[in-house]
């Protein structure tokens, strides 16, 4: 078998991929630079918070580094993994909330991306360790789904990682608790526009607590709209950095 030799700086580790998963690593990177420029926009990544993550392989992941600027990511900004955590390649260290990233991966095969922003109004929903559960939108039942609350523990820690492994089978967008928040995708697509899905809920939720209670469906419509999720598991498809636009 062939082999391609990754990483010709000499400060990255030295780590030889075949070059299909090279090419997957590349096609990674990309997709992690395009999150982090689409959030960054959003302000979802203030003060250098937050990290992006995207799946190479099953037992591969690339992420940011620790302090990157997430909006303007460079390939210097990201670090290879395994999924024991050890670092591969890369100039910096890797995220210091790794953790959350590699439960995440392990507990679900086909995700291809994790992001952890702290997006404001969902950030206040997780900061006072109130549930987003009262809307019942088309599209935050098709396309976002259940958002569960992950119990706090320090960010970056094992119980972190634990709390929120609880929760991971039947989601994929978190509010963590007294944190931030965490979307999950099958694709960069997906999980970029779940963290815009939560922060629109969050928003409105927001908004329709002042103007009364919210629109409960009967079980006929909730059910036509759960069908249209399982249905449609794989929306989302395109490559994020397809639709960007110019900065
Ligand atoms: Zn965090």
Redesign the pocket.
């Known amino acids: 078998m062939s082999i391609a030799r990754v990483a010709p700086r000499e400060y990255h580790w030295l780590v030889d991929l075949t070059p299909k998963l090279a090419a997957a690593y590349e096609a990674a990177k990309s997709e992690v630079i395009a999150a982090g420029r689409y959030l960054g926009r959003r302000q979802y990544h203030v003060a250098l ?3 992006v993550s995207a799946r190479v392989s099953e037992d591969l992941l690339v992420c940011t580094r620790h302090g990157a600027d997430k909006q303007t990511l460079v390939q210097d900004d990201l670090v290879l993994c395994d999924m024991s955590g050890r670092k591969l390649d890369g100039a910096g260290e890797a995220t210091s ?1 790794l953790n959350m990233h590699r439960e995440a991966y392990k507990l679900r095969p086909e995700v291809r991306m994790v992001i ?1 922003s ?1 997006p404001p109004a969902a950030t206040a929903f997780a900061a006072t360790s109130t549930p987003l559960d009262q809307l019942q939108l088309p599209e935050m039942i098709v396309l976002l789904g259940p958002v569960g609350l992950v119990q706090y523990a320090t ?1 970056g820690s094992d119980e972190l990682a634990q709390n929120l492994s609880l929760l991971l089978k039947d989601h994929d967008a978190f509010l ?1 608790e007294n ?2 928040a965490l979307t999950l995708g099958r694709t960069a697509r997906q999980a970029a526009l779940r963290m815009d899905l939560l922060e629109q809920n969050a928003r409105v939720s927001l908004m329709t607590k002042q103007l009364g209670r919210p629109f409960a469906l009967d079980h006929a419509s909730l059910d036509t709209l759960l069908s249209f999720r399982s249905q449609m598991a794989n929306w989302g498809s395109e490559p994020l950095s397809t639709r960007q636009t110019a900065d």
Do not use: V
């Open positions: 918070a937050g990290n909330e952890h702290h960010p963590l944190h931030g």
